[in-house]
Protein backbone atom coordinates (compact mmCIF):
# COMPACT_ATOMS: atom_id res chain seq x y z
CA UNK A 1 0.00 0.00 0.00
CA UNK A 2 1.78 3.34 -1.12
CA UNK A 3 0.87 6.24 1.17
CA UNK A 4 1.50 9.86 0.03
CA UNK A 5 2.20 12.72 2.56
CA UNK A 6 2.35 16.45 2.00
CA UNK A 7 3.66 19.12 3.73
CA UNK A 8 5.26 22.04 3.93
CA UNK A 9 2.05 24.35 3.10
CA UNK A 10 0.93 27.31 4.96
CA UNK A 11 -0.23 31.03 4.91
CA UNK A 12 2.61 33.29 3.32
CA UNK A 13 2.52 36.71 1.69
CA UNK A 14 2.46 37.52 -2.14
CA UNK A 15 5.92 37.26 -3.36
CA UNK A 16 7.26 35.11 -0.72
CA UNK A 17 9.36 31.66 -1.40
CA UNK A 18 7.83 27.99 -0.01
CA UNK A 19 8.90 24.78 -0.08
CA UNK A 20 6.34 21.49 -0.27
CA UNK A 21 7.11 18.08 0.57
CA UNK A 22 6.06 14.75 0.16
CA UNK A 23 7.27 11.59 1.24
CA UNK A 24 6.58 8.49 0.13
CA UNK A 25 5.67 4.89 2.04
CA UNK A 26 5.30 1.33 0.28
CA UNK A 27 5.82 0.78 -3.06
CA UNK A 28 9.35 0.88 -5.00
CA UNK A 29 9.78 4.76 -4.98
CA UNK A 30 12.45 4.94 -7.80
CA UNK A 31 9.81 3.49 -10.03
CA UNK A 32 7.60 6.41 -9.56
CA UNK A 33 6.60 9.16 -11.67
CA UNK A 34 5.56 11.83 -9.87
CA UNK A 35 3.42 15.06 -9.68
CA UNK A 36 2.10 18.04 -8.07
CA UNK A 37 -1.21 19.58 -8.71
CA UNK A 38 -3.79 21.91 -6.86
CA UNK A 39 -7.11 22.66 -6.19
CA UNK A 40 -8.26 25.98 -5.47
CA UNK A 41 -11.61 26.45 -3.72
CA UNK A 42 -14.81 26.36 -6.32
CA UNK A 43 -12.10 25.09 -9.30
CA UNK A 44 -11.11 21.64 -10.48
CA UNK A 45 -7.86 20.25 -9.76
CA UNK A 46 -5.37 21.58 -11.89
CA UNK A 47 -1.28 20.65 -12.94
CA UNK A 48 1.32 22.17 -11.34
CA UNK A 49 4.44 20.44 -12.12
CA UNK A 50 5.88 16.44 -12.65
CA UNK A 51 8.73 14.67 -12.34
CA UNK A 52 9.73 11.57 -14.37
CA UNK A 53 10.77 8.26 -12.81
CA UNK A 54 14.61 8.89 -13.09
CA UNK A 55 14.45 12.72 -12.77
CA UNK A 56 15.99 13.76 -15.64
CA UNK A 57 12.55 15.29 -17.31
CA UNK A 58 10.41 17.84 -15.58
CA UNK A 59 6.92 18.96 -16.71
CA UNK A 60 5.52 22.74 -15.60
CA UNK A 61 2.50 23.86 -15.99
CA UNK A 62 2.07 27.35 -17.83
CA UNK A 63 0.94 29.62 -14.84
CA UNK A 64 4.20 28.46 -12.90
CA UNK A 65 6.93 28.12 -15.26
CA UNK A 66 10.05 29.86 -14.20
CA UNK A 67 8.32 30.30 -10.78
CA UNK A 68 8.46 26.73 -9.32
CA UNK A 69 10.79 23.65 -9.42
CA UNK A 70 10.18 20.14 -9.21
CA UNK A 71 12.94 17.98 -7.99
CA UNK A 72 12.93 14.26 -6.02
CA UNK A 73 15.17 12.39 -3.32
CA UNK A 74 15.02 8.32 -3.82
CA UNK A 75 16.92 7.82 -0.96
CA UNK A 76 14.88 10.03 0.87
CA UNK A 77 11.69 8.79 -0.82
CA UNK A 78 10.67 12.44 -1.35
CA UNK A 79 9.03 14.81 -3.66
CA UNK A 80 9.71 18.40 -3.64
CA UNK A 81 8.12 21.67 -5.01
CA UNK A 82 10.05 24.78 -4.33
CA UNK A 83 8.09 27.89 -5.07
CA UNK A 84 8.59 31.17 -5.41
CA UNK A 85 7.64 34.99 -5.90
CA UNK A 86 3.88 33.97 -4.86
CA UNK A 87 1.12 35.19 -5.74
CA UNK A 88 -2.76 35.15 -4.28
CA UNK A 89 -3.84 32.89 -7.42
CA UNK A 90 -1.81 30.14 -6.27
CA UNK A 91 -3.50 29.31 -2.82
CA UNK A 92 -4.89 26.40 -3.01
CA UNK A 93 -4.59 22.96 -1.68
CA UNK A 94 -1.73 21.17 -3.16
CA UNK A 95 -1.46 17.47 -3.48
CA UNK A 96 1.19 15.00 -4.62
CA UNK A 97 0.71 11.89 -6.47
CA UNK A 98 3.05 9.02 -7.93
CA UNK A 99 2.11 6.45 -10.65
CA UNK A 100 4.69 2.97 -11.10
CA UNK A 101 6.14 3.10 -14.34
CA UNK A 102 8.45 0.60 -16.18
CA UNK A 103 9.65 1.93 -19.25
CA UNK A 104 8.24 5.64 -19.54
CA UNK A 105 10.74 8.15 -19.17
CA UNK A 106 7.61 10.82 -18.86
CA UNK A 107 6.15 13.10 -16.57
CA UNK A 108 2.56 13.51 -16.91
CA UNK A 109 0.20 16.53 -16.86
CA UNK A 110 -2.69 14.30 -16.91
CA UNK A 111 -3.64 13.43 -13.20
CA UNK A 112 -5.85 10.32 -14.27
CA UNK A 113 -2.31 8.93 -14.99
CA UNK A 114 -1.67 8.94 -11.32
CA UNK A 115 -2.22 6.11 -9.21
CA UNK A 116 -1.31 7.30 -5.87
CA UNK A 117 -2.63 10.30 -4.11
CA UNK A 118 -1.86 12.51 -1.00
CA UNK A 119 -4.70 14.27 0.95
CA UNK A 120 -3.19 17.44 0.49
CA UNK A 121 -1.52 20.34 2.11
CA UNK A 122 -2.93 23.82 2.15
CA UNK A 123 -1.37 26.64 0.68
CA UNK A 124 -2.35 30.18 1.36
CA UNK A 125 -1.42 33.57 -0.24
CA UNK A 126 -2.04 36.79 1.39
CA UNK A 127 -1.98 39.87 -0.97
Known amino acids: QVQLVESGGGLVQAGDSLRLSCTAS????????LGWFRQASGKEREFVAA????????NYADAVEGRVTISRDNDKKAVYLQMSSLEPEDAAVYYCAARSVILSTGASANPHDYTYWGQGTQVTVSS
Open 51 to 58: ISRGGGVT
Open 26 to 33: GGTFSRFS
